[in-house]
């Protein structure tokens, strides 16, 4: 009651079918499937792109503390040479 049963949708494909061709059914199928093709890998590799980029944020960040900690151990070992 009040539902689509599969004889109503079966009716309303075959009217689409009469309507727009197989040709242009498959063309449609086949440009909507290369769109969203596109669309996953654009979204992976712009994820991708974020990935490397935090990856190079960290060796960044780490480069810059170990560069830290070692000049201010120098200053100390010249003190007590002095």
Partial sequence: MGGISIWQLLIIALIVILLF?????????????????????????????????IEDTTEVNKTAQTTQQATEKKPESQKEQA
């Fill in 21 to 53: 061709g197989t040709k242009k059914l498959r063309s449609l199928g086949g440009d909507l499937g290369g769109a969203v093709k596109g669309f996953k890998n654009a979204m992976s590799s712009e994820s991708d792109e974020t990935k490397k980029a």
